[in-house]
């Protein structure tokens, strides 16, 4: 997958496609190229709605990493306007499955589904904006997505920078394990500006044990207005 990227040239629509199966990458894959799109195939999903299923859902091409403690994929502050689709992200422990720093702007994730399954660590995420640095990510779309964790591992997205008019719409967000898992969605910078969450759900069990302690942390946040919620459902106790 990392050579296929190398061999892309920047906004001019070129499009990697992932044939099913499972794609073990031995190395980190790098997104430093603008306006690509990485994609399996289409029609992998268990369901076709407007919002994600409730229960397990997998995409047909799968992506994992055989490299400890590493991310899937990366991007670079030149990786602006990247597509992501149709892909099923197995990420290892202490490691993300996207990992998006400061200055890549505009990242568009859609229709993939996240298996956060391995050893429970808080380190363990879906998708994180991973930098705390100067700056910002701006306008990044996380639409249609299933996260499915097995216990305590860290949030399925997680914005530890500023995150400029982040939207995570019609996702689905499952515990399926024996022990709490502490935030779901976790936004910690108090420079992040306008945060919209809508028609999701977080779908837990019942135990006073197993449950989501935090569909939606925004402590950090500061600012009045900065984060709006519409339409979402919160499942259990």
């Given at each position: 997958?990392?050579?296929?990227?190398?061999?892309?040239?920047?906004?001019?629509?070129d499009?990697?496609?992932l044939?099913?199966?499972?794609?073990t990458?031995?190395?980190?894959?790098?997104?430093?190229?603008?306006?690509?799109?990485i994609?399996?195939?289409?029609?992998?999903?268990s369901?076709?709605?407007?919002?994600?299923?409730g229960?397990?859902s997998?995409?047909r091409?799968?992506v994992?990493?055989?490299v400890?403690?590493?991310?899937?994929?990366?991007?670079?502050?030149?990786?602006t306007?990247?597509?992501?689709?149709?892909?099923h992200?197995?990420?290892?422990t202490q490691?993300?499955?996207i990992?998006?720093?400061?200055?890549?702007?505009r990242?568009?994730i859609?229709?993939?589904?996240?298996?956060?399954?391995?050893?429970?660590?808080?380190?363990?995420?879906?998708i994180?904006?991973?930098?705390?640095?100067?700056?910002s990510?701006?306008?990044?779309?996380i639409?249609?997505?299933?996260?499915l964790a097995?216990?305590?591992?860290?949030?399925?997205?997680?914005?530890?920078g500023?995150?400029?008019?982040l939207?995570?719409?019609?996702?689905?967000?499952?515990?399926?394990?024996t022990?709490a898992?502490?935030?779901?969605?976790e936004?910690?910078?108090?420079?992040?500006l306008?945060?919209?969450?809508?028609d999701?759900d977080f779908?837990?069990?019942?135990?006073a044990t197993?449950?989501?302690?935090?569909?939606?942390?925004?402590?950090?946040m500061?600012?009045?207005?900065?984060?709006?919620?519409?339409?979402?459902?919160?499942?259990?106790?």
């Amino acid at each position: 997958i990392d050579y296929a990227v190398g061999q892309t040239t920047a906004s001019v629509g070129d499009v990697i496609v992932l044939l099913p199966g499972v794609h073990t990458v031995t190395a980190t894959v790098t997104l430093d190229v603008a306006g690509i799109t990485i994609t399996g195939i289409p029609g992998s999903q268990s369901t076709h709605t407007e919002r994600m299923g409730g229960g397990p859902s997998r995409c047909r091409s799968q992506v994992t990493t055989s490299v400890a403690a590493a991310d899937i994929f990366t991007f670079t502050s030149g990786g602006t306007d990247v597509e992501i689709a149709w892909i099923h992200f197995t990420p290892i422990t202490q490691g993300d499955a996207i990992a998006i720093p400061l200055g890549a702007d505009r990242p568009f994730i859609h229709d993939c589904t996240f298996a956060q399954t391995a050893t429970a660590t808080a380190t363990n995420h879906g998708i994180h904006f991973s930098s705390s640095a100067t700056g910002s990510v701006s306008n990044a779309i996380i639409r249609n997505c299933y996260f499915l964790a097995s216990g305590n591992q860290g949030p399925a997205i997680r914005a530890l920078g500023t995150v400029l008019g982040l939207k995570i719409e019609s996702c689905t967000f499952e515990l399926q394990g024996t022990a709490a898992w502490d935030d779901a969605i976790e936004v910690i910078d108090a420079g992040t500006l306008g945060l919209l969450i809508r028609d999701c759900d977080f779908v837990f069990p019942t135990s006073a044990t197993t449950v989501i302690t935090n569909c939606i942390e925004l402590t950090g946040m500061t600012v009045d207005g900065s984060a709006k919620i519409y339409r979402c459902y919160f499942d259990g106790d």
